[in-house]
């Protein structure tokens, strides 16, 4: 079936330091999504890229879509507290009538130490 | 605006109970989303309106789960009768059109005993 994978599925990272989650698609995906989500709460929308190779920027955020559409990254420079939370990429894959399905990976957890 | 609102917030029930979940979503949102959240996990789709219409519930186990949009607003999520695998949070989005960013709710933590 349609999968998307994420690494890693945890990371502990101190304040200050960078952290990336990784997102990868056996098919081309017609656009992904990322979400937060906070400890006890519920996913919250990020961002949706939709282009071969787009970069957006959020801040301390900075989220890329694969040349190939099939994976996708979110890096974050210089970690703070408020970034706790289990990180999510969603993507809807391209062709057929997936009536903009979305397939969740299983995200990772980020934990920053003070 | 107000966000998409869902009750109960906790149930807790006995397997081969059964139980019904409610979500109303943001006003003018056409399509609307269950979820099935187990811990540890990403949301699973489990059902998708487009207004009052199916367009995907190919993850829904139709032999126990259940779910109406009538009017094309407010939905229900009934599951009859519960198994212990169905303790999860069950989560009901919205968005504007399909492909488009989706608004969740809080969610319903189900604890079947």
């Known amino acids: 079936g349609q999968q998307v994978m994420q690494i890693p599925q945890y990371q502990h990272v101190q304040e200050g330091e960078d952290f990336t989650t990784y997102c990868n698609s056996s098919t081309t995906l017609s656009n992904i999504q990322w979400y937060k989500q906070r400890p006890g709460g519920h996913p919250v929308f990020l961002i949706q890229?939709?282009?071969?190779?787009e970069v957006k920027k959020q801040k301390r955020l900075t989220f890329q879509f694969g040349e190939a559409k099939k994976n996708s990254s979110l890096h974050i420079t210089a970690t703070q507290t408020t970034d706790v939370g289990t990180y999510f990429c969603a993507g809807i894959h391209a062709g057929g009538t997936s009536y903009g399905k979305l397939t969740f990976g299983q995200g990772t957890i980020l934990t920053v130490h003070p | 605006e107000a966000g998409v609102a869902q009750s109960p917030r906790y149930k807790i029930i006995e397997k081969r109970q059964s139980v019904a979940f409610w979500c109303n979503p943001i006003s003018g949102h056409a399509t609307l989303y269950w979820y099935q959240q187990i811990l540890g996990q990403g949301p699973k789709l489990l059902i998708q309106?487009?207004?009052?219409?199916?367009?995907?519930d190919s993850q829904l186990p139709k032999d126990r789960f259940s779910a109406e949009r009538l009017k094309g607003v407010d939905s229900t999520l009934k599951i009859q009768p519960a198994k212990l695998e169905d303790s999860a949070v069950y989560l009901c989005a919205s968005s504007f059109g399909t492909a488009s960013e989706q608004y969740f709710g809080p969610g319903t933590r189900l604890t079947v005993t």
């Open positions: 309106f487009q207004n009052n219409g199916v367009v995907d």
């Open positions: 890229l939709v282009k071969s190779g």
